[in-house]
């Protein structure tokens, strides 16, 4: 489905996670941000969600245990950085798919 | 033409290692196995063990019986690997080489890798059920108790069968229910994902399982130790979680000898192509079933569906044509309900499990996605499939490798 995030209409899935991740950019990720409750991206979110965008383009997939040992972040600053869940919070704003399990 | 003279090494009995094996011998190969185990076990009975249904001998047998007699059996340990040089030492110091190499090492459960997880508590109050001894440690656990709160928790993905912790979670609600002793047992399934379901149509139409059972959720809890003389579980963001008994899934780690190797990822699983199942560092080198960093399930049906695209590419490989990108992440599993009831998936990479019938489009006769007796019943018929057709790399019939789109229902797009 189509939805406008930050001026531009975006593919999204049910739950709001870009369908494209070409069609994101940093405004569109300050947006959802402030949507999940963070009104400001430092550089350690910017570092995070390229990080996390750079990992998915390689075609790694993604876990928490993967970011804490990124050298990016540790686990704990992680969970400050983007709280309730740090995974799927930070992938959505990255604008990547949500991270599931098989069912 | 074939060609006797090449050695194919296979590192691992379980269920992919076997089928493999099994089945590349039909094609007049040197195919060598290297596992250290004397028998092999029907994994997916391990979660009907704690609930005093099955005994081990049900799930054993040995893996003499198992393997082909014309596959070479090495009952030993890998110590390490000479990528560049074709060959490996094992534990015991023999030197073996090979033309072609298949990591088949499967997963285990790694509770070392969680502060306090397997220390004071482990098989106490705490208590695995993806191994035999696990278990069956935790059968005795669950007949002695009788009030208080069962936490059933999951690590980190992935994690091998990943539905079987919500299974776990729905057989113990029946189990305490046939007690009469449900109303005093309080049961939590903790997960590290945002939710017990976390596919759209499966959330959707499977959302109020756990409600209806009375099992609450706390989702998104990563946890960072485990506090075994309080009893509590504590998440990196503070929260705590406690528990009378403990049915964990640790975190999932490869091979001892692949962790910090060039080829692994940080668990120890090979990073291969998803599509062909060639390493991403050596063309001579392959992974299947768990061993494989694929993005789907670790699950005995995947490995299933792995085997034809490897056999075909290791043939491909020795003839120097072009590997095939043939395997879809098809994975196809019955999950346990409760209630005499169970569920089947059918999915891939691209699809996630949808509402429909199989394996015939209109005809079924099982339902997929919903909960029915016929499935159950095709759970526990599964068992013999798996001794007499699937682990002798025979085929079975109605179930393709690639995953059919015919049956299943789209979701409406809005």
């Known amino acids: 489905m189509q939805k406008e995030i930050a001026g531009q209409n975006v593919e999204v899935d049910a739950e709001g996670y870009l369908a494209d991740l070409n069609q994101w950019n940093g405004e569109i990720a300050k947006a959802i941000a402030s949507e999940l409750g963070i009104t400001e991206l430092s550089q350690q979110h910017w570092d995070v969600i390229n990080w996390l965008r750079d990992q998915k383009a390689s075609g790694n997939e993604l876990n928490i245990r993967k970011v804490g040992g990124s050298g990016v972040v540790d686990i704990k600053q992680f969970y400050q950085l983007f709280p309730g869940g740090p995974l799927k919070n930070a992938s959505k704003i990255a604008g990547l798919p949500k991270p599931t399990s098989c069912l | ?414």
Request: some cysteine; overall charge neutral; glycine content about 8%.
């Open chain 2, 1 to 414: 033409m074939e060609n006797p003279t090449k050695k194919i090494v296979i590192i691992g009995a379980g269920t992919a290692g076997i089928m493999l094996s099994n089945k590349l011998v039909k094609h007049k190969l040197d195919v060598t196995v290297i596992d250290s185990s004397e028998v092999h076990y029907y994994q997916p009975g391990f979660l009907f063990l704690p609930f005093g249904k099955y005994n081990l001998d049900k799930l054993r047998r040995p893996l003499s019986k198992l393997i082909n007699k014309k596959v070479t059996h090495l009952r030993d340990r890998v110590a390490s690997i000479n990528y560049s040089g074709n060959s490996l030492t094992t534990e015991s110091g023999q030197e073996v080489g090979y033309d072609i190499l298949v990591i088949a090492t499967g997963t285990h459960i790694d509770a070392s890798a969680t502060q306090g997880l397997s220390g004071a508590g482990w098989r106490k109050n705490i208590f695995d059920f993806y191994t035999p001894d696990g278990a069956m440690a935790l059968r005795e656990a669950l007949q002695n108790f009788t009030q208080g709160k069962l936490v059933v928790q999951i690590m980190d993905m992935p994690i091998k069968c990943p539905v079987a912790p919500l299974e776990f979670a729905f057989l113990a609600d029946d189990y305490f229910r046939k007690r009469g002793l449900r109303d005093q047992i309080e049961i939590e399934y903790v997960t590290s994902l945002s939710g017990a379901f976390t596919k759209p149509v499966a959330s959707s139409k499977l959302g109020h399982l756990l409600t209806d059972k009375n099992i609450n959720i706390v989702a998104d809890f990563y946890v960072e130790k485990v506090d075994p003389e309080a009893r509590k579980l504590i998440c990196y963001d503070g929260r705590e979680v406690n528990y009378d008994l403990l049915v964990t899934i640790p975190v999932n780690a490869g091979a001892d000898f692949l962790h910090n190797s060039e080829i692994a990822n940080e668990l120890g699983f090979v990073e291969v192509n998803h599509g062909s199942l060639q390493s991403t560092k050596y063309p001579n080198l392959f992974a299947i079933g768990d061993a494989a960093d694929l993005p789907t399930s670790k699950a005995g049906s995947v490995a299933h569906f792995e085997v034809e695209t490897l056999v075909e590419n290791i043939m491909r490989s020795i003839n120097g044509q072009p590997l095939e990108e043939s395997f879809d992440g098809h994975s196809n599993c019955f999950v346990e309900a409760g209630g005499g009831k169970a569920l089947l998936l059918d999915f891939n990479y691209q699809t996630e499990p949808l509402e429909g019938r199989f394996p015939f489009a209109m005809f079924g006769p099982m339902k997929l996605l919903n909960p029915s007796r016929i499935n159950h019943l095709g759970k526990l018929a599964f068992r013999y499939i798996y001794w007499y057709m699937l682990l002798p790399g025979r085929k079975i019939p109605f179930i393709p490798n690639k995953m059919s789109i015919k049956g299943k229902k789209q979701p409406k797009i809005s």
